[in-house]
C-alpha cells in the first residue's frame, strides 16, 4: 500500500488509491470499523434471501420490456417478393441518372474551360458564355502546355544519374547522414 493512509482528493490518483485499498489485506478500517478487504469479500459473497427476494419479479419485468416479438422470417421473405413482383419500383427513375450525367459533364467542362484547356473553338464559346479565359492559340490546344504558362517548369536540381548513385551508396549502407 502507498506510503501516504490520507486519499488523494480527486482524479486517477484517488481511484488507484481506492483500489489498493481495497485489495490491501492489511488496509486501516474504515470509519465504521470494517477493513476494505472484508467488503471486498462481503460483495463477492452470494445474495442472501432477503436480499434475492425480489430476484422472480425482476427477471418478469425486465424480459417484458426488453424482449423483441418474434420475426417470422419466411413471411418477411415472401412480402418482399410480392413487393417486387408489384411493380413497385425502388430503383432510380433514368431520368434522373440522366440528369445527374448532364451535370457532371456540364461541371467537368466548366472546370476545364476555366484552365484554358479546351479546344479552341470549344474555349471560345466557353469565354463568351460563361467568361471563361479566351484560347491561347489558332486552332486547337497548344502542343506545350508548359509553355503557355508565366512560371518555367521545375528541374531537378540534382541530375539523375547522381541521384542514382546516391539511393545506390545509402541501401549499400556507405552513406551517413549529417545532423
Not at 7 to 28: K, M, Q, T, V
Not at 65 to 73: L, R, S
Not at 82 to 111: C, D, E, F, K, Y
Amino acid at each position: 500500500m502507498a506510503e501516504n493512509p490520507t486519499r488523494p482528493d480527486d482524479g486517477p490518483d484517488a481511484d488507484a488509491w481506492a483500489l489498493e485499498r481495497l485489495l490491501d489485506p492489511l488496509a486501516e478500517p474504515t470509519p465504521d470499523g470494517e477493513a476494505p478487504s472484508d467488503l471486498l469479500q462481503a460483495l463477492q459473497a452470494p445474495g442472501s434471501d432477503r436480499e434475492l427476494a425480489g430476484e422472480p419479479a425482476a427477471l418478469t419485468a425486465f424480459s417484458a420490456a426488453f424482449t423483441a416479438p418474434p420475426v417470422d422470417c419466411l413471411a418477411a421473405a415472401r412480402a418482399a417478393a410480392r413487393h417486387r413482383r408489384s411493380g413497385h419500383r425502388t430503383a432510380v427513375p433514368p431520368l434522373a441518372i440522366a440528369g445527374a450525367a448532364v451535370l457532371v459533364t456540364l461541371g467537368a467542362t466548366a472546370a476545364a474551360a476555366y484552365q484554358g484547356i479546351l479546344p479552341a473553338p470549344i474555349q471560345n464559346v466557353a469565354h463568351r458564355a460563361i467568361g471563361a479565359p479566351a484560347p491561347t492559340g489558332e486552332g486547337s490546344v497548344d502542343a506545350d502546355p508548359a509553355a503557355s504558362r508565366s512560371v518555367p517548369a521545375a528541374r531537378p536540381s540534382t541530375p539523375p544519374t547522381a541521384l542514382l548513385a546516391l539511393c545506390t551508396a545509402y541501401t549499400q549502407g556507405r552513406l551517413t547522414t549529417v545532423s
